[in-house]
């Protein structure tokens, strides 16, 4: 079954103020989507709603139809989310840190798990180092590997490059690209240049609105930062 996401008429509010609005999105096959906007667009807000972190107030997420408020456990076993700080026990070393999400997760096979995440987030070499000695590239590739631990078809990724050094995020760009040959990626950042890289698809938010919905693959020599500055402006100028 191809991935298939599906966000309809979805509208979040907090403290009276409107975070998304009237969100209509369809998301369908393996491909990496990049989530770009102007900090408070709603990138998180809308990221958190379709890992089962947040629900709707109104509208619905479905994801291969099932929602997570009609069968939240079957919704968050088809999904991994990778929030933008990591949830890891500082005192575990990393293979104790990902047996112990693969337990929590309930995977079956939880040795072949570990290793394949493992080898495919490039941790062997810091498998029994403890978290709190982690430079940020390890933990943030430690903070991927334990979201897909599960083998998601949906993989969540909050800010996955903030503060990365260059041979860093080239890493996780071909881990990204590795990922979506399978599964439907859901990513969202400020770095215009890797959003251009890694995309398949562009969704440009602004004020809880979806600005526009880019097929990167139809649009080859489309001018990324360009568009969003021109989508942005506004926006940046009343600030």
């Not at 102007?38 to 089962?52: H, R």
């Not at 009609?70 to 088809?78: F, M």
Request: with cysteine.
């Amino acid at each position: 079954m191809k991935p298939d996401l599906t966000i309809e008429s979805l509208n979040y509010s907090l403290r009276k103020n409107k975070v998304l609005n009237n969100i209509n999105l369809h998301l369908q096959g393996a491909q990496a989507v990049c989530l770009l906007g102007p900090n408070g667009a709603g990138k998180s807000t809308l990221l958190k709603v379709c890992a089962a972190m947040l629900y709707a107030q109104n509208g619905y997420v479905e994801f291969n139809r099932v929602s997570p408020e009609n069968n939240k456990i079957q919704y968050l076993s088809q999904i991994g989310y990778m929030p933008e700080t990591a949830f890891i026990a500082p005192e575990l070393t990393v293979s104790e840190q990902l047996k112990l999400m693969a337990n929590i997760r309930q995977v079956a096979d939880l040795s072949q798990a570990v290793n394949k995440v493992v080898e495919l987030c490039q941790l062997k070499s810091a498998l029994n180092k403890r978290c709190q000695h982690l430079s940020l590239g390890y933990r943030q590739r430690l903070n991927l590997a334990q979201a897909i631990i599960n083998r998601p078809q949906l993989i969540i990724m909050d800010e996955p490059l903030n503060g990365l050094d260059p041979h860093s995020m080239v890493k996780f760009r071909n881990i990204i690209n590795e990922l979506k040959k399978s599964c439907l990626v859901l990513v969202s950042t400020h770095y215009l240049a890797e959003a251009q890289l890694i995309s398949d698809r562009v969704i440009i938010l602004q004020e809880g609105k979806i600005l526009d919905n880019l097929d990167m693959n139809a649009e080859k020599t489309i001018n990324l930062e360009q568009l969003y500055m021109q989508h942005t402006k506004d926006l940046e100028f009343a600030e």
